[in-house]
Antibody, heavy 122, light 107 residues
C-alpha cells in the first residue's frame, strides 16, 4: 500500500524557517518524481514544487521561488521542503504527492499524504 | 504562467442530475488536463487524467472532454457522495496550476 506521511507543521513566526518532510512507503520511491501542493485555509489548491527522481530537475511556484527548496533522500525514502523567510500567506496545509507517471514532471498526482498544517503568524 | 479558470464556482444539483463543470486555460495545454475531487478535511483524489482518462476506481458516471484551452468534467446521474469540491489542473508546463475549484452541493 502506498503511504505518504508528512511531518508535523506548526506555528512559526514571520521570517522564520521550517523543514517539512514526507516519508514514503509501499512503492519504489527512488523511481518516482515528487511534488508538494498546499492549500490555504478555506482556499483552493496551489501547486508548490516538483523534484525529479534523481534531483536533477526542480520547479517552483513563483510565490515560493527563492525561499523554498525541495530536496529528497532516496536512501531514506524521504522528500523534504525547506521553507525560509516564511510569510503569513504561507499558512496552509501542505501535501506531498506522488505522480501517476513515474518520472514525469507533467503528470497527474495520484497519491497524496494526509497533509500537515503550517501557520505563520506573530 | 498558465492560468486555469473554472466555472461555476459553486453549484447545487439533485440526485440523478447531470452536471458539467468547465475549465479554461489561458493558453493551449493540449490534453494535459487533470481533475481532482476533494471532500472537506481530506486530501484531494485524482478523478480524471489527460482530459478523458478515468483514474482507477472512479465510477463511470464521471467523464471528461476537451482539448487546447477548453475542458469539461461531466457527472451523469449525480449521487449524494459526489458532494465535494472539484479542481482542474494543467500538467502541460510548470508551474502546474490548479483552477480555483467548483463546490458541488447535493440538494
Amino acid at each position: 500500500e502506498v503511504r505518504l506521511v508528512e511531518s508535523e507543521g506548526g506555528l512559526i513566526r514571520p521570517g522564520g524557517s521550517l523543514r517539512l518532510s514526507c516519508a514514503a512507503s509501499g512503492f519504489s520511491f527512488s523511481t518516482y518524481s515528487m511534488n508538494w501542493v498546499r492549500q490555504a485555509p478555506g482556499k483552493g489548491l496551489e501547486w508548490v514544487s516538483y523534484i525529479s527522481r534523481t534531483s536533477t530537475t526542480t520547479y517552483y511556484a513563483d510565490s515560493v521561488k527563492g525561499r523554498f527548496t525541495i530536496y529528497r533522500d532516496n536512501a531514506k525514502n524521504s522528500l523534504y521542503l525547506q521553507m525560509n523567510s516564511l510569510r503569513d500567506e504561507d499558512t496552509a496545509v501542505y501535501y506531498c504527492a506522488r505522480p501517476y507517471y513515474q518520472d514525469s514532471s507533467g503528470s497527474p498526482l495520484d497519491y497524496w499524504g494526509q497533509g500537515t498544517l503550517l501557520i505563520v503568524s506573530s | 504562467d498558465i492560468q486555469m479558470t473554472q466555472s461555476p464556482s459553486s453549484l447545487s444539483a439533485s440526485v440523478g442530475d447531470r452536471v458539467t463543470i468547465t475549465c479554461r486555460a489561458s493558453q493551449t495545454i493540449t490534453t494535459y488536463l487533470n481533475w481532482y475531487q476533494q471532500e472537506p478535511g481530506k486530501a484531494p483524489k485524482l478523478l480524471m487524467y489527460a482530459t478523458s482518462n478515468l483514474h482507477s476506481g472512479v465510477p463511470s458516471r464521471f467523464s471528461g472532454s476537451g482539448s487546447g484551452t477548453d475542458f469539461t468534467l461531466t457527472i451523469s446521474g449525480l449521487q449524494r457522495e459526489d458532494s465535494a469540491t472539484y479542481y482542474c489542473q494543467q500538467s502541460y508546463s510548470p508551474p502546474f496550476t490548479f483552477g480555483q475549484g467548483t463546490k458541488l452541493e447535493i440538494k
